[in-house]
């Protein structure tokens, strides 16, 4: 079932991305996320918004392959590009990396790890300003949302309430179908 929209999904990628592979300068090497993936979206459409591959126009997905270069897909124009990048650039990719890694993070060696997570304390508000946005799951009552903006009004165990505004996306609801209890 999991590959049932493949081909959807990957006609989107080759027809709506510009893809890059960007290479490091000699001397400089990119660090592997736990996670294969690295997502930032410096204007996403709220502020609890989760970064994803078009999450905006302005989305940007890094997929270390190597020490050596990275694949990088932005929503746009279909276009491929190859190129070597700048160490500032490779640095902002490694802290990336490591504000996505869950549990760990790879390099080719101990002093290149060691060296990252150096690197990670010094830049500290730069790693949160990259860290994914926690996941939230909004369980509703009734037919469930229609696409627009919504208001959620929690209730916390100790009587506090929390109110959050939040988005659907009408591509969001494309096939979906309320819970019936079946």
Avoid: C
């Avoid at 919504?150 to 819970?179: C, M, N, T, W």
């Amino acid at each position: 079932m999991m590959f049932m929209a493949s081909d959807r999904i990957a006609e989107d990628l080759a027809l709506r991305f510009t893809w890059g592979v960007l290479r490091a300068p000699p001397g400089h090497e990119f660090v592997l996320p736990d996670s294969g993936v690295s997502i930032v979206d410096p204007t996403p459409p709220h502020p609890f918004s989760g970064a994803a591959f078009r999450s905006s126009p302005n989305a940007e997905t890094i997929m270390v392959a190597d020490p050596t270069f990275v694949l990088a897909l932005v929503p746009g124009p279909p276009d491929w590009h190859d190129k070597t990048i700048e160490a500032s650039l490779v640095e902002d990719f490694n802290l990336r990396s490591y504000a996505w890694s869950d549990a760990a993070y790879y390099g080719r060696s101990q002093k290149v790890v060691a060296d990252m997570r150096a690197l990670a304390k010094r830049q500290g508000a730069r790693v949160a300003r990259y860290e994914p946005n926690p996941g939230r799951i909004w369980i509703t009552e009734g037919e469930g949302p229609e696409a627009g903006e919504h208001e959620f009004i929690g209730y916390a165990a100790d009587g506090s309430e929390v109110r959050q505004r939040f988005f659907v996306h009408p591509e969001a609801l494309k096939g979906s179908k309320p819970y019936t209890g079946d």
